[in-house]
T-cell receptor
Framework: AQKVTQAQTEISVVEKEDVTLDCVYE???????LFWYKQPPSGELVFLIR??????QNEISGRYSWNFQKSTSSFNFTITASQVVDSAVYFC????????????FGTGTLLAVQP | DGGITQSPKYLFRKEGQNVTLSCEQN?????MYWYRQDPGQGLRLIYY???????QKGDIAEGYSVSREKKESFPLTVTSAQKNPTAFYLC???????????FGPGTRLTVL
């Protein structure tokens, strides 16, 4: 069975703090894809990153960085020097096997960045 | 501008009524998806379509119906058989080349 777990329901930080959002996934497939999406208060999901199972290289994009570790089945997301505009719900998701490209979502982490 | 549009943004329905949510994309994407989001939960797949005139049930299809007569359009009908339809509905699409799905702004449906 495929599953995505985001154990942190809510995180509150003060602006300029670094914050890491955890994501643990489960799958028996050897080929799979991991994603992070941001959902601001407006509701629309914004795509942030895609990672395939064969590429464990970490990625940095500005203040965002992602740490993919197959050994621990984790795909964590770090925001450096957080800003108020980072306040949102963040979802980790998995596509695993099959031809449906069905996204399996975690329950999301609500990040509140206080000024 | 290329993108996905959903209308209306807010929708109110009386119990026992069917209602149709619109989803249109001009990204030339082949596949389209409907998800439902409830408070404190992730998104759950209702229906998806990988090509025109073809669609499959997702995890929570009961009480919903769809059609895919045009590549650009994938409307979702919430029928009176759906026991708890109040939720936020998101439409998404993707190309055949990459796996990431792109989402519309959503429709918030409330049953009165």
């Amino acid at each position: 069975a495929q599953k995505v777990t985001q154990a942190q329901t809510e995180i509150s930080v003060v602006e300029k703090e670094d914050v890491t959002l955890d994501c643990v996934y489960e799958t028996r497939d050897t080929t799979y894809y991991l994603f992070w999406y941001k959902q601001p208060p407006s509701g629309e999901l914004v795509f942030l990153i895609r990672r395939n199972s064969f590429d464990e290289q970490n990625e940095i994009s500005g203040r965002y960085s992602w740490n993919f570790q197959k050994s621990t089945s984790s795909f964590n997301f770090t925001i450096t020097a957080s800003q108020v505009v980072d306040s949102a719900v963040y979802f980790c998701a998995l596509i695993s096997g099959g031809a449906t490209n069905k996204l399996i979502f975690g329950t999301g982490t609500l990040l509140a960045v206080q000024p | 501008d290329g993108g996905i549009t959903q209308s209306p943004k807010y929708l109110f329905r009386k119990e026992g009524q069917n209602v149709t949510l619109s989803c249109e994309q001009n990204l030339n994407h082949d596949a389209m998806y409907w998800y439902r989001q409830d408070p404190g939960q992730g998104l759950r797949l209702i229906y998806y379509s990988q090509i025109v005139n073809d669609f499959q049930k997702g995890d929570i299809a009961e009480g919903y119906s769809v059609s895919r007569e045009k590549k650009e359009s994938f409307p979702l009908t919430v029928t009176s058989a759906q026991k708890n339809p109040t939720a936020f509905y998101l439409c998404a699409s993707k190309t055949g080349r990459h796996n990431e799905q792109f989402f519309g702004p959503g429709t918030r449906l409330t049953v009165l």
